[in-house]
Structure formats: C-alpha cells, structure tokens
C-alpha cells in the first residue's frame, strides 16, 4: 500500500531547512492530539495541539497536520534551528478517558 | 506560575526496598498523572489521580501505586522495587475539568536507579 509518512525514529536536518516529523496513531477514537518536544534532562513540554474536528493548526514556525482517513499525524518545523534538537512525540487521546497514549519519538538532531 | 515540580531529582535504590516520589502540580490543576519514561518502552501511562481518587490506570503491577492529598499533590510508591523498574518517572498535571482537550504539563521528572 501506499506508505504516508513513515516514522523514523531518527532524523537530521540542516539548520535553517524545514523539518516534518510524521506519526502513526492508532485509535480511531482518539479525539484530541499533542505533540511534546523533550530535551536531554528534561521532561516533555508542550508544543501544539490539534483536535479531530481539524485537519490543521499552526503555531510560531511549527505546523501540525492531521490526516484522520490514514491515522496520521505530522509537525512540520520552519527554519529548524538548533535550539529544535530534541526528541519529538505525538500522543493521542480518546474522549472516552484521559490517558495520552505517546509514540515513540523521533529524535531531531540539527547540523550547524 | 509555578510549574510541575518533582523530587527528588534523583535516586539510587536496591532490589526489593520501595520508594516514594513526590509531585507538586501547577496551582489550580486538580488532575496528576504519573508516566513511566524507558529506553526501550517510551512514555507509558502509570494512573491519573484527580480530587483525591484514582481515575484512571495503565498495565502496570500492584507494586506501583500512588495516593493524591487535598491540596493536589500527589506521591507515587513503588513497591519490592526491580531491576526493570529504572525509569525516569514524569508527573504531569492539568486542570482536569474536561475529559479531553486539557495539555498536559510535565515535571523535569525523577530518575530512579535499581541496583
């Protein structure tokens, strides 16, 4: 079948250059999507949220997009910069209980 | 305002002892929820505790328990601890009125180590 953005669990890019980090979910009742950015030593903070009733929402130089049909879920970063190396996740969450279920994580090294 | 503040940092246990973390949420957040960080395992969900009770809870043996305080602060005790059971532990609260649509914040978490 056709493969739409496949999950790496690593991936590097070029400071300055634009940076898409795919996820595959696999609830199709989740209703309520995150993506978390967390750097060495810390916990995962908050980057973006979406909602099922939407296929995309941006925020300062990060783009998420959400392709219900697939179960997929991207964040595009604009202009990556250094400071944008860490390890992604994207979690998802069922309006039936509150329990964000993560994806494994992409880690995001940036080239000077 | 404050954020989500865990202790302690770190920790170094033996086979078979427990231990107790702690969680300060942010104010006015009534939800916490714990989540077990490993290499190899990713973010797993542990329980979520709101106004005192536990509301929710992952795949996670007896061993692992947790109790929350009427000022929202919350403890997490694992038991007859493991090898397998070194983990950075992340605590994370919201406000916990809604089912769904509430973010997540993290603590900075505690890093525990069986030896």
């Known amino acids: 079948g056709e493969s739409v953005g496949l999950h790496l669990p690593t991936l590097s890019v070029q400071e300055g250059d634009n940076s898409i980090i795919n996820c595959a979910y696999s609830n199709s009742a989740s209703d309520y999507f995150i993506w978390y950015k967390q750097e060495s030593g810390k916990g995962p903070q908050f980057i973006i949220d979406?909602?099922?009733?939407?296929d995309k929402r941006q925020g300062q130089r990060v783009t998420v997009l959400l392709n219900k049909t697939v179960k997929h879920l991207s964040l595009q970063i604009a202009a990556t910069q250094p400071g944008d190396s860490a390890v992604y996740f994207c979690?998802?969450?069922?309006?039936?209980?509150?329990?964000?279920?993560f994806g494994a994580g992409t880690t995001v090294t940036v080239r000077a | 305002k404050a954020g989500v503040t865990q202790t302690p940092r770190y920790l170094i246990k033996t086979r078979g002892q427990q231990v107790t973390l702690s969680c300060s949420p942010i104010s006015g957040h009534r939800s916490v929820s714990w989540y077990q960080q490993t290499p190899g395992q990713g973010l797993q969900f542990l329980f979520e505790y709101f106004s005192e009770t536990q509301r929710n809870k992952g795949n996670f043996p007896g061993r692992f328990s947790g109790r929350q305080f009427s000022n929202s602060r919350s403890e997490m005790n694992v038991s007859t601890l493991e090898l397998g059971d070194s983990a950075l532990y992340l605590c994370a609260s919201r406000p916990g009125v809604a089912s769904t649509n509430e973010k997540l914040f993290f603590g900075s978490g505690t890093q525990l180590s069986v030896l």
């Open positions: 979406i909602r099922s009733n939407m």
């Open positions: 979690a998802e969450n069922s309006l039936s209980d509150y329990k964000l279920s």
